[in-house]
């Protein structure tokens, strides 16, 4: 089972952008489908984006038109470019291997990567 690992958060303004790194242990290539995911203080672990090993994809509603996932099988990464940055955006993120985005009984979860957005 290919580990994951995420990285890229940071502090950032309203309006900033962030692009988050998932990096497979070994090689992603035969991975039909991969997820970003985030948790907010509070709240229960949600779906952000999801990627096919095709290329089809899938946003939240919330992120939809200001956040891009994408992977680079060659580089045994998955991206999630994130524009126009909101408070609310303000989560842990998580990759994770999730067949289709309705997918929900998911391995393992890593330390995942912290976004804080101020306003």
């Known amino acids: 089972q290919v580990q994951l690992v995420e990285s890229g958060g940071g502090l950032v303004q309203a309006g900033e952008s962030l692009r988050l790194s998932c990096i497979g242990s070994g090689s992603i290539l035969s991975i039909d489908g991969m997820g970003w995911y985030r948790q907010a203080p509070g709240k229960e672990r949600e779906l952000v984006a999801h990627i096919l090993k095709r290329g089809t994809t899938y946003y939240d509603a919330s992120v939809k038109g200001r956040f891009t996932i994408s992977r680079d099988n060659a580089k045994n990464t998955m991206y999630l470019q994130m524009n126009s940055l909101k408070p609310e955006d303000t989560a842990v993120y998580y990759c994770?291997?999730?067949?289709?985005?309705?997918?929900?009984?998911?391995?393992?979860w890593g330390q995942g990567t912290q976004v804080t957005v101020s306003s």
């Open positions: 994770n291997i999730a067949p289709f985005p309705w997918t929900t009984d998911l391995g393992s």
